[in-house]
């Protein structure tokens, strides 16, 4: 069993930056597409930014790209979403996920992911 816990969250002010991390435990992640997600007040959890299992690639949500960096390090078991230039649109609880994904693609939505973390609230005011 995977288990996966975010941090970093918090108060950021608009144009600031903000790191999250996802540690995982319970499993090694080396065949596991990692996605963060997010859920604001009122809305459908929806995908920020995904990575396949080696790293080699990513894709982002088009409201991020750009501003959003998603990146981790096996030999840690550990992810991260680094947030540049954060909008208060951005503000939300922030989910890692995980999927089992051997053919290292960086495939994740909300409706196939394995395993979630509890989530870690981003809260981007002035």
């Known amino acids: 069993q995977l288990q996966l816990v975010e941090s970093g969250g918090g108060l950021v002010q608009p144009g600031g930056s903000l790191r999250l991390t996802c540690a995982a435990s319970?499993?090694?992640?080396?065949?596991?597409?990692i996605g963060w997600f997010r859920q604001a007040p009122g809305k459908e959890r929806e995908g920020v930014s995904c990575?396949?299992?080696?790293?080699?690639?990513?894709n982002y949500a088009d409201s991020v790209k750009g501003r959003f960096t998603i990146s981790r390090d096996n030999g840690k078991n550990t992810m991260y979403l680094q947030m540049y230039s954060p909008k208060p649109e951005d503000t939300a609880v922030y989910y890692c996920?995980?999927?089992?994904?051997?053919?290292?693609?960086?495939?994740?939505?909300?409706?196939?992911?394995?395993?979630w973390g509890k989530g870690t609230l981003v809260t981007v005011s002035s």
């Open positions: 996920a995980a999927r089992w994904e051997p053919t290292n693609q960086a495939i994740c939505a909300t409706s196939i992911m394995d395993y």
């Open positions: 319970g499993l090694a992640l080396d065949y596991y597409a």
């Open positions: 990575i396949s299992s080696s790293g080699r690639s990513s």
